[in-house]
């Protein structure tokens, strides 16, 4: 069976990039007890206690360790974020700003310099000897511009979120012939009831479900959804897809601070959150952004 661990970072902030992630497990059974003691490389945790702003070396390490061992350790920011993206294109699009070839593309620092082989070997041979394989992971993630069309499509971040979810249940329905994939999905707002908000779901028989704090649907041919809450401190999947969509915002706010930064020495680095020091950042750069051509819409989030 098929382990898809789905988990979103950084829908609140107002600048930055929005990710949607997912990890990727295949194994004979699934027990979260036992994929956190086998499956883990004992650094694996909530991302938001793995990585602080501008602080990635630990969430660096953990992804280095799972993408060794698909023969993928990424030499460069930019190298990580092509292999992990979802869409396997962009974010820049033809018609984005020639800021963007900055401020919206990871850069040519090294992902990982430091890490150490052996890490990623012991986590590969606990794995192997408790018949887990890690299948990969993708995020999708969306610039502030595409974040904004997005709320005017949908009306809401949570209806975007779900516009984007419904992708990785599309792709990863056909994981598993045998219709035994089992997504777990951190909980989406006080939302209780979900399967009306999936278009693709509707084409599979449902078995049996349940919907309150957490909720579950078992479907004929596609295997069981869970919608959990703190996902990510009771299933590892969940908390290394948290770690890998923190590491992507990360990055690309690694380089929205490069690039201002390049315009005006004494900005301070910022987090893009909804906070004193992001606000003040905001207007301290309002005069760069119109001497430089960055439309407002490709900066600041609407929501």
Not at 193 to 206: A, E, I, T
Not at 260 to 274: A, C, I, M, T
Not at 282 to 288: D, F, G, V
Request: aromatic share 12%; proline share 4%; hydrophobic share 35%.
């Amino acid at each position: 069976m098929y382990i898809v661990g789905i988990d979103e970072n950084g829908l609140g902030p107002k600048l930055g990039m929005f990710c949607v992630t997912a990890s990727l497990f295949e194994c004979n059974s699934y027990d979260p007890g036992f994929f956190w003691k086998k499956a883990s490389d004992g650094r694996v945790d909530d991302s938001k206690k793995v990585m602080a702003s501008g602080r990635t070396e630990k969430g660096r390490r953990i992804a280095a360790s799972y993408l060794a061992m698909l023969g993928a350790v990424p030499e460069t920011d930019a190298d990580f974020i092509k292999f992990i993206n979802f869409r396997k294109a962009g974010p820049r699009r033809y018609g984005c700003p020639d800021c963007g070839r900055i401020m919206c593309r990871a850069g040519n620092s090294s992902f990982a310099a430091d890490f150490p082989v052996s890490n990623a070997a012991d986590l590969s041979s606990s794995l192997k000897a408790a018949g887990i394989r890690f299948a990969g992971a993708e995020s999708f993630f969306c610039c502030p511009e595409e974040f904004n069309r997005g709320i005017d499509r949908y009306g809401s971040k949570m209806s975007l979120e779900f516009s984007i979810l419904e992708m990785f249940f599309k792709k990863y329905s056909s994981l598993s012939a045998k219709g035994d994939t089992l997504f777990i999905c951190g909980k989406l707002g006080g939302t209780k009831r979900y399967v009306p908000y999936f278009d693709h779901l509707k084409k599979y028989r449902l078995l049996c479900s349940s919907e309150g704090t957490s909720s579950f649907y078992e479907l004929g041919g596609l295997g069981r959804i869970e919608f959990v809450k703190d996902a990510d401190s009771l299933h590892l999947p969940v908390a290394l897809a948290s770690v890998f969509g923190k590491l992507v915002r990360e990055v690309f706010m690694e380089s929205l601070n490069d690039y201002f930064g390049g315009f005006q020495k004494d900005l301070p680095r910022v987090s893009g959150y909804n906070d004193p020091l992001t606000r003040g950042f905001i207007e301290k750069t309002a005069s760069l952004r119109e001497d430089n051509g960055v439309p407002v819409e490709c900066f600041l989030r609407k929501r």
